[in-house]
């Protein structure tokens, strides 16, 4: 599974960024996803996740209410919904994948088998 995420930017704080991360393959529907972002200096946190069929999502209290995640598996995709940004998110996000049917605690990110090159989101105050 290769993974290319997108959509970062440089935003103000109170704004609003969507991050997309496309797939290749066609088993994308039976990979469980997660989001994390890594600050300079900082290690790489979990940000949030979702099963395959998209009917479980998990959260970091950090983003919870704030930021949603979902996923499209006709088009391999699946997207991070960022509101109400503040300065502390800035960070560098990846999108990660655990391994074909795995179910792996989602918030580790020895979890995840793959990962997408990140994607630089950057709140302004």
């Known amino acids: 599974v290769q993974l290319q995420a997108y959509g970062g930017g440089l935003v103000q704080a109170g704004g609003s960024l969507r991050l997309s991360c496309a797939a290749s393959?066609?088993?994308?529907?039976?990979?469980?996803m997660g989001w994390f972002r890594q600050a300079p200096g900082k290690e790489r946190d979990f940000v949030a996740a979702?099963?395959?069929?998209?009917?479980?999502?998990k959260y970091a209290d950090s983003v919870k209410g704030r930021f949603t995640i979902s996923r499209d598996n006709a088009k391999n995709t699946v997207y991070l919904q960022m509101n109400s940004l503040k300065p502390e998110d800035t960070a560098v996000y990846y999108c990660?994948?655990?391994?074909?049917?795995?179910?792996?605690?989602?918030?580790?990110?020895?979890?995840?088998?793959?990962w997408g090159q990140g994607t630089q989101v950057t709140v302004s105050s």
């Open positions: 990660a994948a655990q391994g074909l049917g795995s179910w792996r605690p989602y918030f580790q990110t020895q979890s995840y088998d793959y």
């Open positions: 393959g066609r088993t994308f529907s039976s990979h469980y």
């Open positions: 979702i099963s395959g069929s998209g009917g479980n999502t």
